[in-house]
Antibody, heavy 120, light 107 residues
Framework: QITLKESGPTLVKPTQTLTLTCTFS??????????VGWIRQPPGKALEWLAL???????RYSPSLKSRLTITKDTSKNQVVLTMTNMDPVDTATYYC????????????WGQGTLVTVSS | SSELTQDPAVSVALGQTVRITCQGD??????ASWYQQKPGQAPVLVIY???NRPSGIPDRFSGSSSGNTASLTITGAQAEDEADYYC??????????FGTGTKVTVL
């Protein structure tokens, strides 16, 4: 079965860079049509899409956050890494990674999420 | 990515039908997918494509679309359907958006 799990720091300071890792199993990110995305959710607020990387290394970023985001994949390790620079308290959120098996049309499997707090 | 707008909250009597809508320009060209999120849990995909349900999703959930509006209908709402619901779509650039979310209360 497909599973995903996010890992990374729970607390970062303002201006620091956040690095999150999504470790997955049950699928390969070298299979045509497969992608892994990152979505976040501030406490009590709506979901916000951040980035998506495809099997062919095509990448998409939220236009409003593009300058701060980098998404990469390590197919051999079954991992996708998201970095976000210049963290601010408004970036406090639960960060989810999710599988897309339909060329990016939807997100059919999600990780449990990891809460990242930005505070000095 | 384009904006997707949802009503903040709706309520439905137990066993009745409720429709949740999502409006956005991208929906004229791309289908919405719908996600159910219960407190403290990750979202779960409930509808995708024209009107498809992943395995394990009850058939009381259905989707439809017209123009710039996508809809999720729960026919015969159950207590366990009380949750937040989000629509999602992508645009011509391949960028995604999530809707503003609708809180469904089952009375």
């Amino acid at each position: 079965q497909i599973t995903l799990k996010e890992s990374g720091p729970t607390l970062v300071k303002p201006t620091q860079t956040l690095t999150l890792t999504c470790t997955f199993s049950g699928f390969s990110l070298s299979t045509s049509g497969v992608g892994v995305g990152w979505i976040r959710q501030p406490p009590g607020k709506a979901l916000e899409w951040l980035a998506l990387i495809y099997w062919n290394d095509d990448k998409r970023y939220s236009p409003s956050l593009k300058s701060r985001l980098t998404i990469t994949k390590d197919t051999s390790k079954n991992q996708v890494v998201l970095t976000m620079t210049n963290m601010d308290p408004v970036d406090t959120a639960t960060y989810y990674c999710a599988h897309s098996g339909s060329s990016g049309r939807n997100f059919d499997y999600w990780g449990q999420g990891t809460l990242v707090t930005v505070s000095s | 990515s384009s904006e997707l707008t949802q009503d903040p909250a709706v309520s439905v009597a137990l066993g009745q039908t409720v429709r949740i809508t999502c409006q956005g320009d991208s929906l004229r060209s791309y289908y919405a997918s719908w996600y159910q999120q219960k407190p403290g849990q990750a979202p779960v995909l409930v509808i995708y494509g024209k009107n498809n349900r992943p395995s394990g999703i009850p058939d009381r959930f259905s989707g439809s679309s017209s123009g710039n509006t996508a809809s999720l209908t729960i026919t015969g709402a159950q207590a366990e359907d009380e949750a937040d619901y989000y629509c999602n779509s992508r645009d011509s650039s391949g960028n995604h958006s999530f809707g503003t979310g609708t809180k469904v209360t089952v009375l």
